[in-house]
T-cell receptor, first 114, second 111 residues
Framework: EAGVAQSPRYKIIEKRQSVAFWCNPI?????LYWYQQILGQGPKLLIQ????????DSQLPKDRFSAERLKGVDSTLKIQPAKLEDSAVYLC????????????FGPGTRLTVT | GEDVEQSLFLSVREGDSSVINCTYT??????LYWYKQEPGAGLQLLTY?????DMKQDQRLTVLLNKKDKHLSLRIADTQTGDSAIYFC???????????FGTGTSLTVIP
């Protein structure tokens, strides 16, 4: 079974530029998550989708971050414009619809904003 | 968000047992998880426990839950150098929403 795929693996941009990350979850997983992990901290949930609907986006900075999940499969996370404090690893995870909601994580995208 | 606290560092000798602790504040948490993160990699689920359980054992891993004190622990028996990593506890509600991860404990195993 293929795991969660993410691209790109690394990205370096200047502040005020835009960037987009892509995630392909495990086939059949209804739920998809985007996390931000700042160096030395635990992952912070940004947004959670079930199929193509948003379940929780309470911690997503909506003035600059946006995410979509078209057709309930792949997802993109965009930052526009980026700030220095957005430097982090962006992790995508997917899980089955029903409990215990074990999440399978992708390798992450390391974003550096200069 | 909810607070999920862990001690930052733990160092043990190879062959000893490791105990990693976690405290959480959300009394509505239903599932509690332990994840492992190796350098440069995503997180890997090790085990989980449902909130109506006190203990769960899975090979070298033992999870203890004290719901009254909101305290979760992970014991790794016969710790090996390959167990060196960062360990995160996490919690979620019954519906699988509101995932909160702890700050992570860096485990170093000394040969």
């Amino acid at each position: 079974e293929a795991g969660v795929a993410q691209s790109p693996r690394y990205k370096i941009i200047e502040k005020r530029q835009s960037v987009a990350f892509w995630c392909n979850p495990i086939s059949g997983h209804a739920t998809l998550y985007w996390y931000q992990q700042i160096l030395g901290q635990g992952p912070k949930l940004l947004i959670q989708f079930q199929n193509n609907g948003v379940v929780d986006d309470s911690q997503l900075p909506k003035d600059r971050f946006s995410a979509e999940r078209l057709k309930g499969v792949d997802s993109t996370l965009k930052i526009q414009p980026a700030k220095l404090e957005d430097s982090a690893v962006y992790l995508c995870a997917s899980s089955p619809r029903d409990g215990p909601y074990e999440q399978y994580f992708g390798p992450g995208t390391r974003l550096t904003v200069t | 968000g909810e607070d999920v606290e862990q001690s930052l560092f733990l160092s043990v000798r190879e062959g000893d047992s490791s105990v990693i602790n976690c405290t959480y504040t959300d009394s509505s948490s239903t599932y509690l998880y332990w994840y492992k993160q190796e350098p440069g990699a995503g997180l890997q689920l090790l085990t989980y426990i449902f909130s109506n359980m006190d203990m769960k054992q899975d090979q070298r891993l033992t999870v203890l839950l004290n719901k009254k004190d909101k305290h979760l622990s992970l014991r790794i028996a016969d710790t090996q150098t390959g167990d060196s990593a960062i360990y995160f506890c996490a919690e979620s509600t019954w519906t699988g929403n509101q995932f909160y991860f702890g700050t992570g404990t860096s485990l170093t195993v000394i040969p």
